[in-house]
Antibody
Framework: QVHLVQSGAEVKKPGASVKVSCKASGYNFITYGISWVRQAPGQGLEWMGWISGYNGKTNYAQNLQGRVTMTTDTSTSAVYMELRSLRSDDTAVYYC????????????WGQGTMVTVSS | EIVLTQSPGTLSLSPGERATLSCRASQSLSSTYLAWYQQRPGQAPRLLIYGASSRATGIPDRFSGSGSGTDFTLTISRLEPEDFAVYFCQQYGSSRWTFGQGTKVEIK
């Protein structure tokens, strides 16, 4: 069975960094990409970026360029999302999602990681 | 960037009724890259429809998607209690994705 399991909740101070992990199982990791999506409390879904499981190529949302970095570790089938210079409006649930290669839909989602930014 | 606008913001219906949700794109997009998701409170989103009209694995046939160009529709033929949730449309193009703002289907 295909699963994406994310790391646990984080509390950070403004200006700090956070790194969230997403471990994949049940499929060939290198044949799919992973996207990250975040959801502020009571708000909608915001796409943050995508990373290829094959070669680590990335594509980030313009509003996060320079603050976000996504990486993979193919030896452990894990994807990491690091967000720097955290602000209070980065408080959100962060999801990783597997990207279907042909239609671009997000067919499998992680359980979500709550990141709280507060002084 | 393609902007997706969903309507209505909230839909108040009773179990057994038909729900029709709209997603309008700011420019024409390929039907291949239009998807719908359901999100229940406290849960991660779940893929319902991809390619505008194909049901994802395990999705009941009361869910259907249609549309092309700039206008897309998600229809739930007969609402079940578990269908009261928030629904998002999503588009993909040039290795970038955007979501609509969501439609909440609530019990009347």
């Amino acid at each position: 069975q295909v699963h994406l399991v994310q790391s646990g909740a984080e509390v950070k101070k403004p200006g700090a960094s956070v790194k969230v992990s997403c471990k994949a199982s049940g499929y060939n990791f290198i044949t799919y990409g992973i996207s990250w999506v975040r959801q502020a409390p009571g708000q909608g879904l915001e796409w943050m970026g995508w990373i290829s499981g094959y070669n680590g190529k990335t594509n980030y949302a313009q509003n996060l360029q320079g603050r976000v970095t996504m990486t993979t570790d193919t030896s452990t089938s894990a994807v990491y999302m690091e967000l720097r210079s955290l602000r209070s409006d980065d408080t959100a649930v962060y999801y990783c999602a597997r990207v279907d290669g042909s239609e671009g839909a997000f067919d499998i989602w992680g359980q979500g990681t709550m990141v709280t930014v507060s002084s | 960037e393609i902007v997706l606008t969903q309507s209505p913001g909230t839909l108040s219906l009773s179990p057994g009724e038909r729900a029709t949700l709209s997603c309008r794109a700011s420019q024409s997009l390929s039907s291949t890259y239009l998807a719908w998701y359901q999100q229940r409170p406290g849960q991660a989103p779940r893929l319902l429809i991809y390619g505008a009209s194909s049901r994802a694995t395990g999705i009941p046939d009361r869910f259907s998607g249609s549309g092309s160009g700039t206008d897309f529709t998600l229809t739930i033929s007969r609402l079940e209690p578990e269908d009261f949730a928030v629904y998002f449309c999503q588009q993909y193009g040039s290795s970038r994705w955007t979501f609509g703002q969501g439609t909440k289907v609530e019990i009347k």
